[in-house]
């Protein structure tokens, strides 16, 4: 695999007038809600795209902490009731590698999960349709998840890296609809906004990933996302009665999480 030219990337970079320190470390202390990231553009080169979802599975696997929290937060859960009939929905679900691994997951435990994995944009749907084909339990669902005609209602919502996709608005109607949708937990799991997850991020994917927009949109993804400090300020502002907890986890991750009073 031929790595991306970072070398070149912090030329480009200094000829448009900026530091190299500021290549690696840019200032970080307000979330960046203006910028979007290129997989988002609606004139986006389909083969990136495409690309740049099915380099998702190794980067999710290796830096975003999913598994651990699904099974601390759901599987522990369903573990209880065996028996019982599960449903869960995953926001964002891009090429379904997180919705595989639960099938997976749920499969070796001998327990009962209907996957139902929701995202906006009808390009990704080739990669994702391919990648379930060998899960009935996976049903994949075209949608916005803002949209108040989602009324549906799941024993368990997740999302990985959704959350910084929004704004601070938009972040507000989606949790309304989480906290109505979710009948017993859920768990939004999204990136912390930090140099070092810079950093890392540039190092990283600058080296691992090749004709995608995961070196460009992951450090913008950073840029967007969260201090932990910013998401309890904003739950306890305008969800003050709800049962939300927002936790720093490893690595560079800022977890909003919660188990509904009906459970």
Known sequence: ?????????????????????????????RRNTTDKERMDRADADPD?????????????????????????????????????????????????????WAAREARKRGLKLDITALDNDPRILPVAYGAVRDYPEIRILEGNALDPGQRDSFDF???????????????GIFLRQVLARTRIAFVMNDLKRSRWAYLGCTVFLGLGTRRSFAFHDGRMSIRRGFLPGELRDFTARNFPDARIHVVETSPARVVLFGHTARA
């Open 48 to 100: 990136r795209l495409q690309r740049t979802i099915r380099q998702f599975r190794w980067i999710n696997f290796l830096f975003s902490g999913s598994r651990a929290l699904l099974r601390e937060h759901f599987f522990s859960t369903m573990i209880r009731d065996p028996t019982r009939n599960y449903t869960l929905l995953d926001v964002g679900a891009g090429g379904c590698d997180i919705a595989i």
């Open 157 to 171: 919502i997740f999302s990985n890296h959704f959350l910084h996709h929004l704004g601070w608005d938009e972040i």
């Open 1 to 29: 695999m031929k790595p991306v030219d970072i070398p070149h990337a912090i030329g480009t970079a200094g000829k448009r007038g900026l530091l190299m320190p500021d290549f690696f470390f840019p200032e970080l202390r």
